[in-house]
């Protein structure tokens, strides 16, 4: 141990004079960073190997291991650590009273059986890939080290996402909760689409000049085929659990009219269905059709009478107006795409009578956004094709972000170790050994100790010139 620890402070020293040195050079500092970089991940790995392979052979070596565990072979180990693929051996051993196997150093550092990446780079891989593709993921957490995108893919699979919404120690006193929902639509790899569902529930609004930010946001999502009940159980849960429920005047649900979305108003008390004003542009522009400069008087004129018909709540006259236009078109199946619209309309009319009724207390819905920045950004913007435990995991975990959670926490559940429990003896003992073996000091001024000759002048002269100063 002394050994190494030497070793360590003679590099950093000498990684030290080389910067001085190249500082001084025009390019200098450029270059020696790259090489510090290599060099301090070549030190990492070195250290990490021989920490591994020290705390075995202190575990070999203890009374305790004696006693208990009977040493059979050495195996050879590979992982994957930050600092790139790491070898080491390590001993398997046999528990005396039960004919357990078990490696005692695996036990001591916490490692998996069969574990191939350790926990930081797991975390630090999932973290990566639900920002970009697999295989830049894949690239980019092992020092030189390229992890597959079939594995990336997998560890994606393997997680099970459950986290338990905690109490609020002081509950929220608001008048009004509102809940804001849509969908994206994501190709499966077999063919199909999936429709990752997301729901972001807030309270207020404050404007930051031209920008606006809703307060105390959270998100919720995911694939939810055939269990739409459980997403919007979830929301309830989270706000019985934030809120004082009793005292909020109303919780707005706006959307695009979807019957997965109108299924939130039967669990949300006090609940309003609000339809969202983008879809309802979006269906009355698709009825009255492209504005040119020869129609734009016309169809503006239109536009003002529909919207003229919602904000009266006369959805007659509506259907009045939608038919005068519907006289004009001559196309069959542009007429049938506007009947459908019309029908859109009329489907979702407390929605939109909701809209007008209550638009002092609304902010808009800003759910498109939302569903282009939280999934389509990852999901749906490339050609991809994914498979739906990979959909419902992708999106959760950009959710969790969204609310500013730990991913690492949802990677160290599923790693957790059944601890082989002799161990703690043998660990507590073992921390002892090596304390006991790195109490020595080390060099005051190493460099002037044991330094080369280079460097040793160079130091001097460094320090000559500083104190005439």
Not at 99 to 119: S, T
Not at 150 to 170: D, F, G
Request: aromatic letters at 10%; proline letters at 1%; charged letters at 35%.
């Amino acid at each position: 141990m002394e050994n190494i620890l030497h070793d360590f402070e003679e590099k950093v020293i000498s990684l030290m004079t080389e910067f001085l040195k190249n500082s001084m050079e025009t390019g200098g500092l450029s270059n020696f960073t790259e090489d510090l970089k290599d060099n301090l991940m070549q030190l990492g790995y070195d250290l990490t190997k021989f920490s591994l392979e020290y705390a075995e052979d202190i575990i070999f070596k203890t009374k305790e291991r004696k006693q208990q565990f009977e040493s059979l072979e050495k195996d050879d180990r590979k992982i994957v650590s930050i600092f790139g693929d790491i070898d080491f051996k390590r001993r398997y051993y046999i528990d005396k009273e039960n004919n357990q196997r078990v490696y005692l150093l695996d036990e001591y550092f916490k490692i998996a059986p069969n574990e191939r990446l350790l926990e930081n780079v797991e975390t630090k891989l999932i973290e990566e890939a639900i920002e970009t593709n697999y295989e830049k993921a894949g690239k980019s957490v092992a020092y030189k080290t390229e992890i597959s995108k079939q594995t990336v893919m997998n560890k994606i699979s393997e997680l099970k996402i459950n986290l338990e919404e905690e109490k609020a120690n002081t509950k929220r006193i608001v008048d009004n909760i509102y809940c804001i929902a849509d969908e994206d639509h994501v190709h499966l790899q077999k063919g199909g689409i999936e429709e990752p569902r997301l729901i972001v529930v807030y309270d207020s609004m404050i404007k930051n000049g031209k920008r606006t930010q809703l307060c105390n946001k959270k998100h919720f999502g995911g694939v939810y085929k055939g269990k739409i009940d459980d997403l919007w159980e979830e929301v309830l849960t989270y706000l019985d659990n934030t809120y004082e429920l009793d005292k909020v005047k109303n919780i707005y649900v706006l959307g695009d009219g979807a019957n997965w979305i109108k299924t939130g108003l039967e669990w949300l008390p006090k609940s309003i269905n609000v339809l969202d004003k983008f879809h309802l542009m979006k269906a009355v522009n698709g009825i009255v059709g492209k504005e040119t400069k020869d129609n734009i008087k016309e169809k503006s004129e239109y536009k003002r009478r529909i919207y003229r018909s919602f904000y009266a709540l006369d959805f007659k006259q509506t259907k009045e107006i939608v038919y005068e236009i519907l006289a004009e078109e001559m196309e069959e199946t542009t007429r049938k795409r506007k009947e459908k619209l019309l029908q859109y309309i009329l489907n979702n009319k407390e929605g939109i009578s909701n809209l007008y009724k209550y638009q002092s207390q609304l902010h808009g819905c800003s759910a498109e956004g939302h569903v282009s920045h939280l999934y389509s950004a990852r999901l749906s913007s490339r050609p991809l094709g994914w498979k739906t435990i990979n959909v419902n995991n992708v999106s959760k975990l950009r959710l969790i972000k969204a609310d500013n959670k730990e991913i690492k926490e949802i990677v160290h559940n599923k790693r957790k170790l059944i601890e082989f429990k002799e161990i703690e003896k043998i660990r507590h003992v073992a921390k002892e050994k090596i304390k006991e073996s790195i109490n020595f000091k080390v060099g005051t001024i190493p460099v002037m100790e044991f330094g080369t000759t280079e460097q040793r002048k160079f130091f001097k002269q460094l320090l000559e010139y500083k104190k005439a100063i």
